[in-house]
């Protein structure tokens, strides 16, 4: 079968990339297997479990249903782009001191969540990270450590915006 190659031009973490795939290629497996960025997981392959999923614009996605090409023009950010000077970002801090990882597959997913989440800068209850969470399974936490992680980073971040 001929493949069908188009160029995409994107930016991820921070950096412009150009790469040409197969129009059927998804986003997980140009992050992945061109860009070798590993905390894009590949778990069920049909967006039902949330280990792949990355920020395209401000938005979550689960980048094993999403095309390659479709993220052309677009600005990608994965795990490794969190990271700032070498160090890891709040919500990462709060996974490990909740004891919100065990296994860790589906850690890098439900960080890039929570990112989002918290980006918003709102008060948030414990239902509403849930809600917002659900699109990403764990078969190892039970889920608690994880909104407890969210939920003490939102308060920090409440606090820190009553100071200003």
Avoid at 86 to 112: D, H, K, L, N, S
Wanted: contains cysteine; proline residues 1%; hydrophobic residues 35%.
């Amino acid at each position: 079968m001929k493949k069908d190659l188009r160029l995409v031009e994107c930016i991820v973490n921070g950096k412009e990339v150009a790469e040409y795939v197969d129009v059927r290629e998804s986003l997980l497996e140009m992050l992945r297997n061109r860009l070798g960025l590993t905390s894009v997981k590949k778990g069920c392959e049909v967006g039902e479990c949330g280990a792949c999923t990355v920020i395209v614009d401000g938005e979550t996605i689960d980048s094993c249903i999403y095309l390659a090409v479709w993220a052309n023009g677009k600005n990608i950010r994965t795990l490794e782009g969190l990271e700032q000077n070498g160090e890891i970002t709040r919500i990462q801090e709060a996974f490990i001191e909740e004891g919100a990882i065990q296994c860790g597959f589906c850690t890098p997913g439900f960080v890039m969540s929570a990112t989002v989440l918290l980006e918003k800068g709102e008060e948030l209850s414990r239902d509403a990270i849930r809600k917002h969470m659900a699109g990403n399974l764990c078969r190892c936490t039970g889920y608690q450590n994880i909104v407890n992680a969210v939920e003490k980073v939102n308060r920090e971040q409440l606090k820190e915006q009553q100071k200003r």
